[in-house]
């Protein structure tokens, strides 16, 4: 066998040859059939969670500015026009509203590729199971015990809807 030098490999596919036996962490090639299972589960979970991510920025970033701006107050048209005029002057609360619109935009791509019946409620289940740990990271809200058991039903119930 010819001796290594720095920097050459014998065998690609494994890192060094001390590891030429069948190692746990040893790399193997990606197939075709991984990229295209990577490739579905990005255009319906992958897409799903963008979505997710994206409605949670933006009400997360539109309830901390209107926790400075105080609640709304419905004396006239004009002082709700006013309170949502001082909302829009935060970059915060445009980038917010733009993540909430743009949230369907990723959702629809994965409704396309998979059935409603599992999807809306996956979307539905994984806006409440993020929103409320943000909420009471950043928000200073707090969770009740059956906010608790309601969260757990949903993770086993997502559980159960994957399966």
């Keep these: 066998m010819r001796r290594k030098t720095y920097g050459q490999r014998q065998n690609r596919d494994v890192p060094c040859m001390l590891f030429a036996h069948s190692h746990p962490f040893r790399r193997r090639a990606k197939t075709k059939e991984d990229i295209m299972i990577f490739k579905e589960?990005?255009?319906?979970?992958?897409?799903?969670?963008?979505?997710?991510?994206?409605?949670?920025?933006?009400?997360?970033?539109?309830?901390?500015?209107?926790?400075?701006?105080?609640?709304?107050?419905?004396?006239?048209?004009?002082?709700?026009?006013?309170?949502?005029?001082?909302?829009?002057?935060?970059?915060?609360?445009?980038?917010?509203?733009?993540?909430?619109?743009?949230?369907?935009?990723?959702?629809?791509?994965?409704?396309?590729?998979?059935?409603?019946?599992?999807?809306?409620?996956?979307?539905?289940?994984?806006?409440?199971?993020?929103?409320?740990?943000?909420?009471i990271c950043f928000l200073g809200e707090t969770m009740s015990a059956k906010q608790v058991i309601a969260m757990a039903l949903l993770v086993i119930s997502i559980y159960f809807l994957y399966k």
């Design 41 to 135: 589960f990005m255009l319906t979970w992958g897409m799903i969670l963008v979505g997710v991510l994206f409605n949670v920025f933006g009400i997360y970033a539109l309830k901390a500015k209107m926790n400075v701006a105080g609640s709304i107050s419905f004396t006239s048209v004009g002082s709700v026009i006013g309170y949502f005029w001082t909302l829009a002057k935060y970059p915060s609360v445009i980038l917010g509203i733009i993540a909430v619109f743009a949230a369907p935009l990723p959702y629809a791509v994965a409704v396309s590729k998979m059935p409603l019946s599992i999807a809306y409620p996956v979307s539905v289940a994984l806006n409440f199971l993020v929103l409320i740990p943000v909420s």
